[in-house]
């Protein structure tokens, strides 16, 4: 029977761990500190451990290090509430298994302990540098984020080639340099961006050219390819590579040689590829304006961005990060309340890019220390963006339509200072629901017993709501 040591300073985690894993077939031990699960490993040695990262006195990382000393076959998963790309990679470099964020997904949780419990842990334990957060290419806090962490952790240190997709200005190319950073590639990082390259040219640049290879060629040109032997190539757009260039790529992942326009000869080009797109490269598979070779020797380890707006909690955290760098740290700038309501309203269909530059005008604006909402320039909430052609649209449905309508009422209520800004929310579902129940009638033909099927609600509840409105409760009787 596997038995798993749980490593955390609080009660209500341990306790739902052990139920879980209790009822899972696992026998359990329970741990507040560091400390006290180096005394139990010395009188029963665990098949796994779980164990935080934030312990009252040694913390989980140094722990880390000790456990894998003295249990070096054990494997051990980490988990933090409070993780960086920083923190993920230190737990994944020091030997961690795998890494958890909190709140933890007990499910998933599970299925990480189990896939532990069969895998024999080999590496040796390594002396891991910390580096200082503030450092930080990528930052966040969000489920989403941390899950993004944790996979750049897991293939920094990989030589497989990496696919990154998201929407335009979820910060693909700095997910791109976060990887090369955390990698031991003693090379360069070689940006290569795609749509600012003629298709004419796209070739040369990634393979070279030798000397007279074709009219204007007079001097030999290293391509960028060849630049990036030892390093990292970072092919932004991959989706826009021509079909015939395609080719010739696949070729140089395959052998790690590329040929210059013109040549004969083949040159060492051992680089670690890293793409990144904003469209849907099944669809162009699909379509055949993507090879479907180069598209699966690519796809090999993928890194999905979420969009800014799946993940506003993270926003507290961008914002001081663009004030530092347009704001000298003798003159502070500090956002209001409201300020930061309105930003963690708007739809940023830019994403980070279109946040940062938000954050920019405001501070041109603003003549003072405070930054408020007329501040910022004004949002576009009817305009959404086509992730494959980078185009603007209408809103893709109703539901969004309605989400913008209701972030627009809200924010008028907050930032009229008339206004009674208490119990907006019963205040806004007056304001709502008589609308709602009404269509809803209608489209019954005033069947209430339909109209409250259709609602979600009890027929009595139905009623109550319709007396408070003024309805004769009795006119419908079915």
């Known amino acids: 029977m596997t038995h798993v040591l749980i490593v955390d300073d609080e009660p209500t985690i341990c306790w739902a761990f052990k139920e879980c894993l209790t009822d899972e077939g696992f026998t359990v031990d329970v741990a507040g500190s560091a400390e006290q699960a180096l005394e139990i490993t010395d009188r029963h040695c665990p098949d796994v451990v779980v164990m935080d990262v934030r312990l009252p006195g040694m913390d989980g990382i140094t722990a880390l290090r000790q456990l894998q000393a003295k249990l070096s076959d054990v494997p051990v998963i980490i988990m933090t509430a409070f993780g960086s790309l920083t923190t993920a990679v230190r737990a994944i470099d020091g030997g961690a298994f795998d890494y958890l964020t909190k709140p933890i997904d007990l499910e998933k949780a599970v299925a990480v302990v189990?896939?532990?419990?069969?895998?024999?842990?080999?590496?040796?334990?390594?002396?891991?540098?910390?580096?200082?957060?503030?450092?930080?290419?990528?930052?966040?806090?969000?489920?989403?984020?941390?899950?993004?962490?944790?996979?750049?952790a897991l293939v920094a240190e990989r030589d497989v080639p990496v696919l990154i997709t998201g929407e335009s200005g979820t910060g693909k190319d700095l997910v791109a340099r976060a990887i090369h950073q955390h990698s031991r590639l003693k090379g360069s990082f070689v940006p290569i961006c795609i749509p600012a390259l003629s298709e004419s040219v796209v070739e040369s640049e990634l393979f070279g050219h030798v000397r007279g290879a074709f009219t204007g060629a007079d001097h030999e040109r290293q391509g960028l390819l060849e630049l990036a032997n030892q390093g990292t190539a970072f092919i932004d757009e991959i989706g826009?590579?021509?079909?015939?260039?395609?080719?010739?790529?696949?070729?140089?992942?395959?052998?790690?040689?590329?040929?210059?326009?013109?040549?004969?000869?083949?040159?060492?080009?051992?680089?670690?590829?890293?793409?990144?797109?904003?469209?849907?490269?099944?669809?162009?598979?699909?379509?055949?304006?993507?090879?479907?070779?180069?598209?699966?020797?690519?796809?090999?380890?993928?890194?999905?961005?979420?969009?800014?707006?799946?993940?506003?909690?993270?926003?507290?955290?961008?914002?001081?990060?663009?004030?530092?760098?347009?704001?000298p740290a003798d003159h502070p700038l500090m956002l209001s309340d409201a300020a930061m309501l309105e930003l963690k309203s708007r739809p940023w269909y830019g994403n980070v890019r279109e946040l940062r530059n938000v954050i920019e005008s405001a501070t041109v604006v603003c003549r003072g220390d405070l930054i408020q909402p007329e501040h910022f320039p004004a949002a576009v909430p009817?305009?959404?963006?086509?992730?494959?052609?980078?185009?603007?649209?209408?809103?893709?449905?109703?539901?969004?339509?309605?989400?913008?309508?209701?972030?627009?009422?809200?924010?008028?209520?907050?930032?009229?200072?008339?206004?009674?800004?208490?119990?907006?929310?019963?205040?806004?579902?007056?304001?709502?629901?008589?609308?709602?129940?009404?269509?809803?009638?209608?489209?019954?033909?005033?069947?209430?017993?339909?109209?409250?099927?259709?609602?979600?609600?009890?027929?009595?509840?139905?009623?109550?709501?319709?007396?408070?409105?003024?309805?004769?409760?009795?006119?419908?009787?079915?």
């Open 114 to 152: 189990r896939q532990a419990a069969s895998f024999l842990q080999s590496a040796s334990p390594m002396a891991v540098a910390v580096a200082d957060d503030s450092a930080e290419l990528i930052v966040g806090s969000s489920p989403a984020m941390q899950e993004v962490f944790r996979r750049i």
């Open 240 to 327: 826009d590579v021509p079909l015939n260039v395609q080719v010739k790529l696949l070729r140089a992942l395959e052998t790690r040689e590329v040929r210059p326009v013109g040549s004969g000869a083949c040159r060492t080009a051992s680089f670690r590829m890293i793409a990144a797109t904003n469209r849907q490269l099944e669809e162009r598979v699909a379509s055949g304006e993507f090879r479907h070779d180069l598209f699966f020797r690519l796809n090999v380890f993928r890194i999905e961005l979420p969009p800014l707006r799946d993940r506003v909690e993270d926003i507290p955290i961008l914002v001081p990060r663009f004030l530092q760098n347009v704001r």
């Open 382 to 478: 009817s305009l959404t963006m086509n992730r494959d052609s980078g185009t603007a649209a209408r809103p893709s449905n109703s539901s969004e339509a309605l989400t913008q309508v209701a972030r627009e009422w809200m924010l008028d209520q907050v930032r009229n200072s008339n206004a009674d800004t208490r119990d907006l929310y019963e205040r806004f579902l007056q304001t709502v629901e008589p609308e709602l129940i009404a269509i809803v009638l209608q489209s019954t033909n005033g069947h209430r017993g339909s109209a409250a099927r259709l609602l979600g609600m009890h027929r009595e509840t139905l009623r109550e709501k319709l007396k408070k409105m003024g309805d004769d409760p009795s006119a419908d009787s079915t």
